[in-house]
């Protein structure tokens, strides 16, 4: 088995942490669990943009139920204990839906860039059967990267303990406990990981430019103002996705610490999931509509 990290020895602090985390677990369950029921029942929703963010949030509700539930338990029975194989199939879900999430950002930064620098062709580029291609490859292609590194870093030989210095297990702090130089095949495939995310990075940024520029173009400043209500979210998701799991996985060694890595990994694997959905509903209409039919159906149904 391994130890992994301990937010608080105190038992109070525990029971804090299991609070505060079974807030946030709620808050993800019920954001993201309303986005997939209201693109699902209202056809208004149903479009290659909504089609993602129905991804996206099936994603989101996913990767923190990997993480969180079992640090929760961990603190309510006050125990630091996960099985080798728990561990791994840890590793291997939360590698690919961390992994696809980032594959479908990529691909809803290419719809709206198509959407807004090239809406004519939208219909034609943006099919349904094209989407659905879209998001199977994200899925697929997270699904294998999730399987190399997983087979990859428990293939390694560990002789430096059991203890490891996070929350969940990590590709990153296994590496740590193992021995001596036998580490060096996976660093490798992460260095080649992290290239191709910089490449989906670059082509994200790109897409952007060109958005931006067009938007600032539109003559009609509601055109304008529908274009960043439809834009802005998906940046500023991508912005808090990237910056913190990018800093966390290339942080240097030199200041890299216990505390700084816990902090990092609730900031990618724990806020995102539960923020994303109120990003995404707080300036877009046609979904505050929708989730407003939705709280208003279930309520008559209550009565």
Known sequence: ???????????????????????????????????ITAVACDHHLHTPMYFFLFNLS????????????KSMANSLWDTRAISYSGCAVQVFFFFFLFTAEFYLLTVMAYD????????????????????????????????????????????????QGNTVDQFFCEIPQIL????????????????????????CFIFIVLSYVQIFTAVLR??????RNKAFSTCLPHL??????????FFAYLQPPSIS?????LVLAVLY????????????????????????????????QQQ
């Open 257 to 261: 610490s216990p505390a700084l890595d």
């Open 112 to 159: 709206r860039y198509v959407a807004i620098c090239k809406p004519l062709h939208y219909g034609t580029l943006m099919g349904s059967r094209t989407c659905v291609k879209m998001a199977a490859a994200a899925w697929a292609s997270g699904f294998l990267h999730a399987l190399i590194h997983t087979a990859n870093t428990f293939s390694i030989p560990l002789c």
């Open 269 to 300: 694997a724990v806020v995102p999931p539960a923020v994303n959905p109120l990003i995404y509903s707080m300036r877009n209409k046609e979904l505050k509509e929708a989730l407003k039919k939705l709280v208003q159906f279930v309520l008559f």
């Open 176 to 199: 740590k406990l193992s021995c001596s130089g036998t580490y060096l095949r996976e660093a490798g495939l992460i260095v080649v990981g992290a290239c191709l995310s910089l490449g």
């Open 58 to 69: 099936l994603l989101d509700l996913s990767s923190i139920s990997v993480t969180v539930p």
């Open 1 to 35: 088995e391994f130890l992994l990290l301990a937010f608080a020895d105190m038992r109070e602090l525990q029971l804090l942490h299991f609070s505060l985390f079974l807030g946030i677990y709620l808050a993800a369950l019920l954001g993201n669990g309303l986005i």
């Open 218 to 223: 539109m003559p009609s400043e509601q055109g």
């Open 236 to 245: 500023a998701v991508v912005c808090l996705f990237i910056s913190t799991s």
